[in-house]
């Protein structure tokens, strides 16, 4: 069993506490970025996992190529060249003022990546599975080629595909947009991951009857999206969407929804009432999703389960990265969010 995943990562900045830009004279540096968040909580939880991209022949490049290694991730097919490592800043909101992020990531490693750079054959040898998300097409036309490469491949060699939509509109710069570059890549997978806005932005798909800015979705609206996701690409076996209701920006209520073509699974709801970072929440639903789709095979609702669980942990880590164990994950799904000391 290996998992393959590919997109950006970089270096992330972040304002101490809740400090505004404007405040602060120190920035915390971690790494992060949708499918190598994905790949650690993969490794976290004994999941064989491969993150490819570019990275710069430097020494950032190097401690990033480092950090990822730390936590149990493949980088042996990680392609070297380019000037630079993408940054993000990140500046964490309180209560009724958002979080913000401000990205420097033109002319990175990976926005220059062109097809032929990637020996895919060797990367998916052995491989099960590969993941990318509406990130990667979104940074360049290059990205966005290698990222299709990357899916044909798979297609041809029978390994499934799953991806998260992922629109960003602070993303989509270099003269396309979402809606006429995803939907070839979406065509040629069969796992897609999505909430209300990735769906109208990125396929032109609304749902209807939602609301999201009271702290409560009603989750059988999603099942008409679904459906029309499914009828638009036929390679589609599930779509996964994800539930997120914002009371503040410290109190979200947190679920998900599966629709296998024939049954809507929906998982139980969590209040988060006091969020560490949020960041790389929906990555870690999907690591979670991945890991419980290959380890509960069969077991649609106890593979989201697990998902929805492992995200609502991560709201209470810092850093982009999903660090928390299967057994404390399966230990929430049974009911225990007590939070008690384990000695």
């Known amino acids: 069993m290996k998992v393959v995943t590919f997109g950006e990562i970089m270096l992330r900045l972040a304002t101490p506490g809740y400090l505004r830009f404007s405040q602060s004279t120190e920035l915390s540096a971690t790494f992060g970025g949708g499918e190598a968040n994905v790949a650690v909580s993969l490794a976290n939880y004994g999941i064989p996992v491969d993150f490819v ?7 950032i490049g190097q401690a990033c190529m480092m950090d990822l290694r730390k936590y149990g991730v493949n980088t042996s097919h990680i392609v070297w060249g380019g000037e630079r490592l993408g940054i993000y800043f990140l500046e964490t909101g309180a209560v009724s003022r958002g979080s913000k992020v401000v990205y420097d990531r033109a002319h990175s490693a990976i926005s220059e990546i062109k097809p032929g750079m990637i020996d895919w054959d060797k990367v998916f040898d052995g491989a099960n599975w590969f993941h990318w998300t509406g990130i990667t097409p979104a940074i360049s036309q290059g990205a966005a080629d290698v990222c299709l490469e990357a ?48 769906a109208e932005m990125v396929l032109g798909i609304k749902p209807e009857g939602v609301d999201v800015t009271g702290g409560h979705v009603e989750a059988a609206a999603y099942e008409s999206v679904s459906k029309q996701i499914m009828a638009k690409f036929p390679r589609c076996k599930k779509v996964i969407t994800t539930l997120r209701g914002s009371v503040n920006a410290n109190h979200n209520s947190w679920s998900g929804v599966l629709w296998d073509g024939k049954q809507l699974f929906e998982a139980p709801t969590y209040q988060i009432t006091h969020i560490v970072d949020r960041v790389g929440g929906g990555d870690s639903f999907m690591g979670g999703l991945i890991y419980g789709l290959l380890t509960y095979t069969g077991d649609d609702q106890k593979a989201l389960n697990f998902a929805v669980a492992a995200s609502c942990l991560k709201h209470t880590i810092y850093g982009d990265y999903n660090q928390v164990s299967v057994d404390e994950v399966e230990k929430l799904m049974g009911g225990d969010a007590s939070g008690r000391v384990a000695r």
């Open 53 to 59: 991209t570019r990275l710069p022949k430097n020494d």
């Open 151 to 198: 899916i044909k491949k798979a297609n041809e060699k029978g390994i499934t595909v799953s991806c998260d939509l992922n629109y960003r509109k602070n993303l989509w710069k270099y003269g396309k947009k979402a809606g006429e570059v995803m939907p070839e890549l979406v065509a040629g997978t069969d796992i897609v991951l999505g909430n209300e806005e990735d």
